[in-house]
C-alpha cells in the first residue's frame, strides 16, 4: 500500500474494494433450512448445467458495490467488470482492489482502468477475501434451493440478488470489513 500511495499524487484518496466471481446455475447448492422439529422441508435440486457467473467487488468501507452478471469467467468479462468497478470509485480517488490470482486476473491482456490499481491476495487463502463471504450471504439467502427453469432465470434471479444486496449498504459494511485491512 505503501508503494501504491508513493506513487500516486498528493491528497488522492484510497478505496479499498475487493473483487471475487461465483458461479450460479441449475446444478445449484442446497443450504440449511429452519424447520419444526422431525420435518424435512423441501429442497429442490436440479441436475441441468446452465450457469452463469457474478462478478462482485465490495468496497466495505463506504457500503458500495460493483458488479455484473456475465456468461463466462475470463479476461474479457474481468475487463469489463473493472470498468464496472472504475465507475463505482468516488470522483478523484483511487482503487486499490484485492483479488485472487485467478489467470484472467494476473493477464498482461488487462486493460487496466487509470484509477485501478490490482493487487493479489496470496494464493490458496479465499478466507482473506471477504466477497467470499457475500457469495454466502446471498446464496443463504436469495439463491440456494431453487430450480432455474431457463438460463434467462439464472440471469433474472443473479441481478435480482445483486441489487439487493446493493440497495443494503449496511450488508456490504458488515459482511466486507475486516479490521486489519483498515489501517492504511
Avoid at 40 to 56: E, L, V
Avoid at 87 to 112: F, M, N
Wanted: glycine share 6%.
Amino acid at each position: 500500500m505503501d508503494q501504491i500511495r508513493a506513487e500516486l499524487p498528493a491528497g488522492v484518496a484510497i478505496e479499498l474494494w475487493w473483487q471475487d466471481e461465483a458461479r450460479v446455475g441449475q446444478k445449484n447448492k442446497i443450504t440449511r433450512r429452519w424447520a419444526r422439529r422431525g420435518t424435512r422441508p423441501r429442497a429442490p435440486r436440479d441436475q441441468r448445467t446452465k450457469s452463469a457467473y457474478i462478478f462482485g467487488a465490495i468496497c466495505p468501507r463506504q457500503g458500495k458495490a460493483a458488479g455484473l452478471v456475465l456468461p463466462f469467467c475470463n479476461t474479457a468479462a474481468m475487463n469489463l467488470h473493472l470498468q464496472e468497478i472504475s465507475q463505482a470509485v468516488s470522483p478523484g480517488a483511487h482503487a486499490v482492489v484485492l483479488l485472487d490470482q485467478a489467470g484472467w486476473h494476473t493477464t498482461g491482456k488487462l486493460s487496466l482502468p487509470n484509477n485501478i490499481t490490482l493487487m493479489m491476495l496470496p494464493s490458496r487463502a479465499p478466507e482473506l477475501n471477504p466477497v467470499e463471504n457475500v457469495w454466502q450471504f446471498m446464496r443463504d439467502n436469495w439463491l440456494s434451493n431453487r430450480i432455474f427453469n431457463s438460463y434467462d432465470a439464472i440471469i433474472d434471479h443473479c441481478c435480482e440478488a445483486w441489487n439487493k444486496l446493493v440497495n443494503q449498504p449496511w450488508q456490504i459494511i458488515s459482511i466486507g470489513t475486516r479490521d486489519w485491512a483498515n489501517g492504511f
